[in-house]
């Protein structure tokens, strides 16, 4: 297999696992507040409490199943700006980090 092909995004989301302020930086809410996404604001306000209150992470709530497997973030344009970022592969949250490759037996 190519490395530009195990590189492609599968949509697997797993790397959408984790609640969804865990995403979010300064720089979304002051983007957010320009942008008047008061729904966004008060999602990240609502996780923030629940987590002060020992409320147990769930995956990022924007997390869409789009079909059988694959999945699409629903705020996908507004998204934070870790999400915009990031690589298929470059660290051990995505499925094809190396670290998730199963070696062939040889033999
Ligand atoms: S905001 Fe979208 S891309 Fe970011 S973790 Fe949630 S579902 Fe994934
Ligand atoms: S874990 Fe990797 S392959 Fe799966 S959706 Fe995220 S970036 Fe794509």
Known sequence: MRQEE???CRRCGRC???AFIRYVEEEDLAR???EKRQGL???VQGEAAGSQAGRPPAACRFLSL???GRFACS???ARPRICQG???GQAKICS?????QIEPARG
Do not use: G, N
């Open 6 to 8: 195990s590189l492609r």
């Open 16 to 18: 959408c696992q984790q």
């Open 32 to 34: 957010w507040q320009r």
């Open 41 to 43: 604001l008060d999602v």
């Open 66 to 68: 789009e079909s059988e």
């Open 75 to 77: 705020i996908y344009e």
């Open 86 to 88: 990031f690589q298929p």
């Open 96 to 100: 094809q980090h190396p670290i998730h």
